[in-house]
């Protein structure tokens, strides 16, 4: 299940929005990601069964099921029910030292809540503004086990830095101080096709002369206009020295750009 919210879904007992729903692959429970008053940001698993699968489809609907979030200093939070205690419940709460991104170094560090979210394209990535940097792209992990993959793909962002293969690192997203993803300049442009295939490939050749593979050269993560042509995507990219490697991917490249079955 991947719930991720446009817009504002607030509770009127206290300016409570449901931000993210998603299930953990190691629990049987259900995480939220819940924005509580001026910006603060808390983590609720909740049991399974506690409630049905079709609650978790309607973030305003999930609000007015949740029991009043305690009060308190706390980030994470247990939702669970008991044969003493029928009712949906706190278990518990605590505050957490939630893990965050590194290495930091961008100079720049932007909080989630100047954000306005304005157009979610996947569960992780969302077209956003903000009120001195304008439209930008955030990338970001919205739960604990998802920081891992945004850390890996920050540190390739750092070896492009400077060499405009891929669109600009505007800065690090930061929640609470600590870092959960970065922000992108939004560029616009159309998928790669057969056409590109000689502006594609020099792209490649110039990732791979800073010995960075993509790893991933499908049409869709290319960006093309009259201007540019850059790599976006960079989740799955590694550093390598491995000559036979850049050559094999080069080959996938011209492999999927030709292929016009569709």
Not at 10 to 30: F, H, K, N, Q, Y
Not at 139 to 162: C, P
């Amino acid at each position: 299940m991947e719930v991720s919210v446009d817009g504002d879904t607030s509770d009127d007992r206290g300016e409570l929005c449901v931000l993210d729903i998603a299930d953990d692959p190691s629990t049987p429970a259900t995480h939220t990601r819940l924005s509580e008053n001026v910006g603060r940001i808390v983590y609720v698993s909740i049991d399974a069964g506690v409630y049905d699968e079709d609650d978790y489809c309607s973030p305003p609907g999930l609000l007015d099921l949740l029991p009043r979030l305690p009060s308190g200093d706390w980030n994470r939070g247990h939702i669970t029910r008991t044969e003493e205690r029928p009712e949906p419940h706190f278990a518990w709460t605590r505050s957490a030292d939630l893990p965050g991104i590194t290495p930091i170094w961008h100079s720049r560090q932007v909080e989630f809540s100047r954000l306005e979210i304005c157009n979610t394209l996947m569960p992780n990535v969302a077209e956003a503004s903000h009120p001195e940097l304008g439209d930008v792209i955030a990338k970001y992990a919205r739960f604990e086990w998802e920081v891992a993959s945004y850390q890996s793909e920050t540190e390739v962002y750092q070896w492009l830095h400077g060499h405009n293969m891929g669109p600009n690192f505007l800065g690090h997203l930061t929640e609470g101080g600590r870092v959960i993803g970065f922000l992108l300049q939004k560029l616009s442009g159309r998928r790669a096709c057969s056409q590109d295939l000689a502006r594609c490939e020099d792209v490649v050749r110039k990732l791979h002369s800073l010995d960075i593979l993509h790893s991933d050269v499908n049409r869709h993560n290319f960006l093309v206009n009259d201007e540019h042509v850059v790599l976006i995507d960079f989740e799955t990219s590694v550093g390598s020295q491995d000559d036979g490697e850049k050559t094999k991917e080069l080959q996938s490249l011209k492999k999927e750009l030709l292929d016009d079955s569709g």
